[in-house]
Each structure stands twice: as C-alpha cells, then as structure tokens.
C-alpha cells in the first residue's frame, strides 16, 4: 500500500511507532513487557476492540526486529494498514489513536532532503519565487489546491494543530474556517499538524518531504507552491 492509498482511508486509525530491537539474545520477556504496556497506552487513549485485537495478531506473529530497528503500525478496527520495520528506532515514542494517519515515520525514508532544500533556498530568495513559510501560509495554499511540495520539520513542527475539513484535503491554521468554506467542507474537527499536512497534501497530488533544519519557519511549515 503507498502513501496516497493510505491517506485516502478514513479512521480512526491506532498508531504505533516503536523501538522493536531485541534487548537481549533472550529477550522474549523485555519485548512482552514493552509489548503491553504500548497495548495499555493504546486503550488509554481509546483503542477499539477491533484495533487491540488487530494490534495483538500482528505482535503475536512478529517478533521484534534484529540488532536496532523501529518498527510503525498503522491500523484500524478492521486491518493492519502498514506494519514496517525502518532502519532505526523513534527518538520518541509514538502511540496515539486518531482520525487520521501518521505518515511522518514513512515520509523520513522517502526525503531527499538537501536537494529540495537547495530548490527551496533559492525561490525562497527570488522576487516573486513559488516558496511560502509558516504554517498559515502553507495551509492556505493547501487550501487552494496550490502546494508542489510540502516540507515539514517534524521536530519544530511539534504538536501544533490544526482545522481539518471534510474531505480532508481542507486544512486551516487558525480556530475557524474561512468564509468562503461551504457547509460540505466546513472544518469539523481538531487535528495534529503533523498527520493533517501530510494527508492533505498527498490527497491534493503533492510531494512530501520532511527535513531536520534548514528551514526559514519557525514552526517547521513550508511549500513549495505551483503558482503565484
């Protein structure tokens, strides 16, 4: 499944980012341990039945990874959407149930992230260039079907959220919609940026590509964008 296949489903999701590396040669006891506490978490923060089960099935039938790796489940009452080892364990883990996917772990294997920079860089610094900062901006060209390429820092980005619309390719900064917004895309729920951005750029045929610095926004948010 790629990313626009995931993005195009609809939640709630329950997501995992975790540390999957074994911490002993014998180390069936410590993966348990980190196993259920990550399943507590999960119901904490409102796991369905169908996604505890879906969670136990896939930790059932996989053992943690070899030597150092991470490991990102994104599933549903239903299905395992994505179930990836990635080369190293999160900085911070991740376990949150919400109405959208969390796509940032994906999106960190995929950046080219110094060329895009430069690109960046350089219309950043032109007269009339395609590059817009700041989460407000960003979201506003989403908004207008008008981002080429999204770059977000995850880190800076924080926990910052955002309005999302109905179909999702909708996204405001501020507490409320626009009011050119119709009753069909009214924002009608709360969101974490760092799941909304993504989703709707991918959904509107943009390219995403998450960067550690090098961007001129304090809040980690910019585009690339098709048109001035």
């Known amino acids: 499944m790629n990313l626009l296949e995931i993005a195009e489903r609809r939640g709630p999701f329950a997501v995992v980012y975790m540390d999957a590396s074994p911490d002993t040669e014998d180390s069936a006891q410590p993966w348990d341990l980190r196993c259920r506490a990550i399943r507590e978490r999960l119901v904490t ?12 099935r896939v930790i059932t039938d996989s053992p943690p990874g070899r030597g150092r790796a991470g490991r990102l489940l994104i599933l549903d009452e239903n299905t395992v959407h994505v179930d990836e080892y990635l080369p190293e364990p999160p900085a911070r883990e991740v376990v949150r149930v919400s109405a959208l996917p969390y796509l940032i772990p994906l999106l960190r294997q995929h950046a080219v992230q110094q060329e895009v920079l430069d690109t960046f860089a350089a219309e950043f610094g032109r007269e009339g260039g395609l590059a817009v900062t700041g989460l407000g901006a960003t979201a506003e060209a989403l908004r207008m079907a008008n981002v080429d390429r999204l770059l977000i820092d995850p880190d800076r980005l924080g926990d910052r959220t955002v309005q999302v619309g109905a179909d999702r390719a909708q996204v405001v900064a501020g507490p409320d919609g626009p009011a050119s917004w119709t009753a069909g895309t009214a924002p009608h729920q709360t969101c974490r940026a760092d799941e909304a951005l993504p989703v709707a750029a991918l959904l509107m045929g943009a390219e995403v590509t998450t960067v550690s610095g090098g961007l001129p926004s304090e809040d980690g948010v910019a585009a690339l964008v098709r048109q001035r």
């Open 45 to 56: 923060a409102g796991a369905g039945r169908g996604m505890l089960d879906q969670f136990d």
